[in-house]
Every structure is written in C-alpha cells, then in structure tokens.
C-alpha cells in the first residue's frame, strides 16, 4: 500500500514559477512508476510527466516540455514537479500518481496507476 499527498499548489501570476512536492509513504516507493497528472474544470484528467524508479528516464506531455522538470528522491520518498513558465493554461488540480509496476515503459493513461494523491490546485493568473 502506498499513499500519496501533494502540496505546493497556489495561485501565480503568468509566466511565474511554483514547485509541487508528492511525499509518498509505505512499501516499495523505490519501485513505483511516479508521475503527475492534471485535470481542470470540465476536463478529463491529462498526463503531465512521468519519472521511472531510478530516475533515469522522464515523459512529458507536449505543451510543458521545456517548461516542467520532474524529478524524485527515493531517500526522501518524494517526486517534485518543478513548473516555470507557466501559463494561464496550466490551471488545474495536479495530482501525483503510483504503481508499482516499475520498468522503464511509458504510462500515459490514469488508469494505468493504482495509487492517487488527493490533488493540489493550481491557479494561474493572466
């Protein structure tokens, strides 16, 4: 069992940076595929990036590469999702997501991922 929770959320301006953090307890952390997804207001939920277990290989949706930098610390047991340059676009709730299924594929569907945090909102001002 692996239970997720998110913070780091909050209302910027355009252009603004914010850093969201997912602290992720219980067994085999080290092994989970970890990524962060996002749904706003009357929308499905969408991929925004994926980590593997050691780190090595990252997925990013399209419109926030170059802009977004997942990263995680398995000592610490937390995956971060640095955003920059954000855009108006970019509201939404963004949620961490786990599975334990490792490997280095690419997952870019929710249903993929057994574990989910409660979410954390994002709000950016034009």
């Known amino acids: 069992q692996v239970q997720l929770v998110e913070s780091g959320g909050g209302l910027v301006q355009a252009w603004g940076s914010l850093t969201l953090s997912c602290l992720a307890s219980g067994r085999s952390f080290d092994m989970s595929v970890m990524s962060w997804f996002r749904q706003a207001p009357g929308k499905e939920r969408e991929f925004v990036s994926q980590?593997?277990?050691?780190?090595?290989?990252?997925w990013y949706q399209s419109s926030v590469k170059d802009r977004f930098t997942i990263s995680r610390d398995n000592a610490k047991s937390t995956v971060d999702l640095q955003m920059d340059s954000l855009k108006p676009e970019d509201t939404a709730v963004y949620y961490c997501a786990a599975d334990p299924k490792g490997g280095d594929w690419y997952y870019p569907e929710p249903y993929e991922y057994e574990y989910w945090g409660q979410g954390t909102q994002v709000t950016v001002s034009s």
């Open positions: 980590i593997n277990w050691s780190g090595g290989n990252k």
